[in-house]
Every structure is written in C-alpha cells, then in structure tokens.
C-alpha cells in the first residue's frame, strides 16, 4: 500500500512540476524593460503575461511634452515597458493586450523598424511608429486594446475612440517594437497574444429562400467573439458577392461565423464555417438564403448553441444573439417566442431534458431583456428532447446542431 502512495504521490509532484514549467514559459519578467534599448525580446508569437507591471519610465524619458491630440505619440511617458522580436511570418499581425486589471489604461506605440538596433530613430522621431492607440479606456472592453480587423483606423488619440487600430502587414526579417504605457500607476500587468493572418475569397449569391430570386444584404465575417473582421454588401439586382476574409492561419481549427442579413423584414442566416477547407481551396463559395419574417414561422439559428448537459452558451452564439437583438429593435413590433431544444437521442434523461431545454430558453431570454428588449415582447418554452435536428446516431457536430434555441414569430 505505501508503494502505491507513494507512486501516486510521484505522479502528482510530476504533473506540478510540468504545470509550473508550462506556466514559466508563457510568462515573461519585463523588469528594467522600461527604456528602448533593454526592450525586452519575445517571440511574437502566441500569448504570454507578465510576472510584474510596468513600473515607471525608466532611465531615458523617450517620450514628452507631446499633444495631447496627436495621433503618433503618447503625450508622456507613465508607466512603459518595451518589447521587440524579429518577425518571421509573411503575414497580417493582428495582437490584444489584455490587462490583468480591468482599470489599467493601456495605450501603445507600434514601430515597424529593418534591425534590432532602432532606439535612437525612434526615439528622435525619424522612425515613425506605423500604428497607435492612445484611447481611454473603456470598461465595456475590460479595457482591452491593440490591432483587430474591427477597426479600420490606424492611429487613434488620446480621449473616447475606438479601442483597437487596424491589423500590420508583415515580413520575414522585419523588426517589430512594441511600447506599451499604462497610464496608473499600481497596476497588475497584462497578458499579450499575437495573431497572424491571410486573406481568402469567398464568393456567393444572396437569394429569398422561397422564391430563390435575389435579394440585397450585408455579408459578414466574423470572429467566435461577435467581431466583425469583413463585410460586404450583396449586389441589388444579382445578389451577387465577393470579399476577402482574414483567416489565423496558425490556429489549429479556425472557426467563423458566415452571416447574411437583409432588410429588416428578413431573417438573419448564419453559419459556422471551419476554415481549414477554406485555407486548402484558397476559395468558397456559399449562397445565403433568407426567410421573410411571418407570423407563426420558426426560424432555426445554426450558432445559437450550447455546452452539454448546459445551459451556458457557447461563444460561437454571441453573434447571433447580437443580430437577433438588432432586429428586435428594429422591428418594434416583432414579438418572438424562444423554444429550447435538448439532445438526448438514447432517451436517458427525460426527467431532466423539459428542465434543461426551457433554461437554455430562458438563458437568450435574459440576454436580451438586460439587452433592453421588453420581456412582454417574449416568451420561453422547452421542447426537451422532442424536436431534435438529427436524432438517429448523431455525429458530435450534429449533437452541437441539436443543443439549440429556435425562434418563433408570434407577432410582426
């Protein structure tokens, strides 16, 4: 018996130790990295925090008596630290810097330099940085910021603005120098992961559902978070489209979200596409087809799912719940109701199925009354395992489709 505690005791030190290491690797010490030239050298690649916060400017005062509406620098320097790698993508880089603490205000000063040795140039204002982001913190974002294919603007100013800047083109060799400056002092340091991207086509038809005829509408692509990263809109007549999507290529399964939405008298269409068939093909092409609204129809959402046995949202569904609030406030009238559906294809659990089903109901209904739609405007019913999708051997991706929320029209 002690030979066994004793093994057991081994393997639980072991898996310690190999959390630690693990934990060590994606965290950095950024200490006397608050002046350019001991910025401190990363990867650039994947995520990593800090073990401390930036703390003061240093020895060297790069940075002061800048405007405070100027769009290229931070009017003086607080609390900085500095980072730079040598970039080894050909690529968009896209990155969040993520505070630790929601209340720090993170601003940062991006340089895009040709070598390692650019300290002066930069700090005598021959080297330009090429994107910025000085704006106020906004708590709504947990006071993240950094380059997103959200944003189309490149430089942002101190004062309300948007919170994130546009993505990088980059190439192997380039030289990449990040300044970031927390304007508080005290803070608890930040998190930062890197993203890299390329562009692909995808191309299509917008058509009614019924009729087949075409129709206009906006396509977006988005991100599992509710961002949209591209958008187009349909052509009037042929309903034609074609855009270029950004897809994290080094993402073992990148996941989007492909939407349609039309006038306000439409149904949205989403999808959830894995993009890795997309990246092999270099093209796609898909046909959004869309429902008129009318009284009575139930309308199925792919993405607005759940977790097993929950009755917590996945990520994915975020950007189906924010267009089903748009067009509930669009459509003052449109009173829905929200039918929640289970899987269960064995039977197993029919005493617990009705239970689960109207929580998951009641979870989008709750969203969206703290949304600010009036709770009079809909109602929630559970249907347990009833009505699934796919009931006969469902792969798991069809077990997904049957953990959902469908939507009906009970007024338009």
Not at 292 to 304: P, V, W
Not at 351 to 370: H, P, T
């Amino acid at each position: 018996m002690n030979k066994y505690r004793w093994a057991i005791s081994s393997i639980f030190l072991l898996i310690s130790v190999l959390n630690l290491f693990s934990q060590s690797k994606n965290q950095v010490d950024i200490s006397n990295s608050n002046d350019c030239i001991y910025a401190k050298r990363i990867k650039g690649i994947g995520v990593f925090s800090t073990t401390n916060a930036p703390c003061g400017y240093g020895h060297i005062l790069e940075f002061s008596n800048n405007s405070k509406n100027s769009l290229y620098y931070i009017e003086k320097e607080h609390n900085t630290v500095w980072y730079k790698f040598k970039n080894t993508e050909d690529a968009e880089l896209a990155f969040d810097i993520i505070p630790l603490q929601k209340t720090d205000d993170y601003d940062f000063m991006l340089f895009l330099c040709n070598d390692s040795n650019s300290c002066e140039d930069i700090r005598t204002k021959k080297i330009k940085p090429i994107r910025t982001n000085i704006s106020r913190n906004d708590s709504v974002y947990l006071g993240k910021t950094g380059l997103s294919f959200s944003s189309d603007i490149d430089y942002v100013h101190s004062g309300p603005g948007k919170h994130y800047s546009s993505p990088i083109k980059v190439k192997p060799g380039d030289w990449i120098y990040l300044v970031v400056d927390n304007v508080y002092e005290n803070g608890k340091g930040h998190k930062i992961q890197f993203r890299y991207f390329k562009q692909y086509e995808i191309n299509g038809k917008t058509v009614d559902q019924i009729t087949n005829k075409p129709i206009e509408a906006v396509v977006l692509w988005e991100d599992k978070e509710g961002k949209t990263l591209a958008k187009v809109k349909s052509d009037s007549i042929t309903g034609e489209y074609s855009m270029l999507v950004p897809v994290e290529y080094k993402s073992t399964d990148p996941q989007y979200i492909l939407s349609f939405v039309s006038k306000s008298n439409y149904f949205f269409s989403d999808t959830l596409i894995h993009a890795k068939k997309l990246i092999e093909k270099k093209q796609l092409s898909f046909i959004g087809k869309l429902f008129k609204i009318i009284k009575g129809k139930s309308y199925k959402i792919n993405n607005m799912n759940f977790s097993g046995g929950s009755d917590q949202l996945l990520s994915s569904a975020k950007p189906s719940l924010e267009k089903l609030l748009r067009i509930l406030k669009s459509n003052n009238n449109l009173k829905i109701s929200i039918e929640g559906h289970v899987n269960d294809p064995l039977g197993d659990y029919l005493n617990d199925d009705q239970s689960l089903s109207e929580r998951r109901a009641k979870a989008v209904f709750n969203y969206l009354v703290k949304k600010g739609i009036n709770p009079n405007r809909m109602q929630t019913i559970g249907f347990g395992s009833k009505n699934m999708l796919h009931p006969i051997n469902p792969t798991e991706y069809e077990q997904q489709l049957n953990r959902r929320v469908e939507i009906r029209v009970i007024e338009n």
